[in-house]
């Protein structure tokens, strides 16, 4: 079985300050971990995967996201925001072998001038 | 290169209207996938395909169907729309262990 807990339903920080929206996962087996941003009207894009290579991973637009396998979390993080990265965000589970993806609810990001 | 092609972008039909959604891939993707977006509820599977000639049930089916007769094309059918079926659809494909690449969604409003 797989799932994804997105911890915060929305998060607002001011433009320059860091950025952490927080993913939990449990999975049977080692998943595999993404992240995608939704612009309002506009599909899902990828910022980054994790595919059991390195434990942190590096995605577009200056966002990261570490995998803690000890803690089953796969937080994403941007050191300085920007007017631009407001959005909603969904974190993404998916074991090795199932052709389902589990989708978190999502977190709007609001960005403070 | 176009990725994931969603035909139409947006349409309003009345209660008990059909119609079909088009996604198209041209990635040679393995896997198909159509969502429903609700406010508040994240991205719902609908229904999805494993390889062209099969389907199956995602976790909100229910008024839905599907086919994949082409391994690009994915098909998503209202027979009889309800209200309740008003919500953006997102088609999305990949291979298996890659991320999936969405389309930019089917706006569809059931009056």
């Known amino acids: 079985a797989q799932s994804v807990t997105q911890l915060d339903s929305h998060v607002s920080v001011s433009e320059g300050t860091p950025v952490l929206l927080r993913c939990n996962y449990s999975s049977s087996y080692s998943p595999s971990l993404f992240w995608y941003v939704q612009h309002p009207n506009k599909g899902l894009q990828l910022l980054l995967k994790?595919?059991?290579?390195?434990?942190l991973v590096k995605g577009i637009n200056g966002f990261e996201a570490e995998f803690k396998k000890s803690e089953t979390s796969f937080h994403l993080t941007k050191p300085s925001a920007h007017m631009s990265d407001a959005a909603e965000y969904f974190c993404?589970?998916?074991?090795?072998?199932?052709?389902?993806?589990?989708f978190g609810t999502g977190t709007r990001l609001t960005i403070i001038p | 290169n176009a990725g994931v092609t969603q035909t139409p972008k947006f349409r309003v039909l009345k209660t008990g209207q059909s119609m079909t959604l088009l996604c198209a891939q041209d990635m040679n993707h393995e896997y198909m996938y159509w969502y429903r977006q609700d406010p508040g509820m994240g991205l719902r599977l609908i229904h999805y395909?494993?390889?062209?000639?099969?389907?199956a049930k995602g976790e909100v089916p229910d008024g839905y169907n599907v086919s994949r007769l082409k391994k690009q094309n994915f098909l998503l059918g209202l027979e009889s729309a309800a209200p309740s079926q008003t919500s953006v659809y997102f088609c999305?494909?990949?291979?298996?262990?890659?991320?999936?690449?969405f389309g930019d969604g089917t706006r569809l409003s059931i009056l």
């Open positions: 994790y595919t059991s290579a390195a434990t």
């Open positions: 395909s494993v390889g062209e000639g099969t389907t």
């Open positions: 993404v589970v998916n074991n090795f072998g199932n052709e389902k993806l589990t």
């Open positions: 999305a494909s990949r291979r298996m262990g890659q991320p999936q690449h």
